[in-house]
């Protein structure tokens, strides 16, 4: 089947601690994104990928980093530094092209708590 | 201010209720206006997308963009115990080759549909 897989559904982290959230398609897009979602707030972009090595800050980028070694993979580290980190995280891929929409599809998220 | 605006509620109609969805936006840029529907605890889940103004409709569902006023609605007729859900606007506009589908999210707002 493909798709989007996030591991792990549910994350706890005690303060001051990094930790990486996993992402992989194999919808073989070239666009990977990683959201934010709290109550209230709808969804934020964090990190966007176009291509293998290369990747973008969204909106909300600080206390976070990216990796994208591989157009399957886009593993998200919340690091330490991140003031506020516990929210359900989504991972979403695209395909990409010029002058058009392109869907995102979403993976089914990994809820972190920070205790 | 948010570049989307769209009111959270909660929304509880009782089933077989026209239900009316709506987002405001402030970037005139933006081309593609789409709605997610997520479920609790899930990723979001495209339901319709536009380009433009004008109406789309699919089944049970219509989606309206007026670019002049900037804002669009979502329409569930005969609503169902099964659409209670979040529903979330979202929208992009082109921003050069490299922007791909960036989107901007409204808040989503909560429906029940009661039986």
């Known amino acids: 089947d493909g798709g989007i897989t996030q591991s792990p559904k549910y994350l706890f982290r005690k303060e001051g601690q990094n930790v990486t959230l996993s992402c992989e398609q194999n919808l073989n897009h070239d666009a990977m994104y990683w959201y934010r979602q709290d109550p209230g707030q709808g969804l934020r972009l964090i990190y966007y990928?176009?291509?293998?090595?290369?990747?973008q800050k969204g909106d909300i980028a600080e206390g976070y980093s990216v990796s994208r070694e591989k157009k399957e993979s886009f593993p998200l580290t919340v690091t330490s530094a991140q003031k506020n980190p516990t929210a359900f995280y989504l991972c979403?891929?695209?395909?990409?092209?010029?002058?058009?929409?392109?869907?995102?599809?979403f993976g089914p998220g990994t809820r972190l708590t920070v205790l | 201010q948010k570049e989307v605006e769209q009111d959270p509620g909660p929304l509880s109609v009782p089933e077989g209720a026209i239900v009316s969805l709506n987002c405001t936006y402030s970037?005139?840029?933006?081309?593609?206006f789409m709605w997610y529907r997520q479920y609790s605890r899930k990723g979001p889940e495209l339901l319709m997308y536009t380009y433009s103004s004008g109406n789309k409709e699919d089944g049970r569902f219509t989606a309206q963009v007026d670019k002049s006023s900037k804002y669009i609605s979502l329409f569930i007729r005969d609503s169902q115990p099964s659409d209670s859900a979040t529903y979330l606007c979202?929208?992009?506009?082109?921003?050069?080759?490299?922007?791909?589908?960036?989107?901007?999210f409204g808040e989503g707002t909560q429906l029940t549909v009661n039986p």
């Open positions: 979202a929208m992009n506009g082109y921003e050069g080759e490299t922007s791909g589908s960036r989107l901007t």
């Open positions: 970037n005139s840029a933006f081309q593609y």
């Open positions: 979403a891929s695209s395909s990409t092209g010029g002058k058009t929409y392109n869907e995102q599809f």
């Open positions: 990928s176009q291509i293998v090595n290369d990747f």
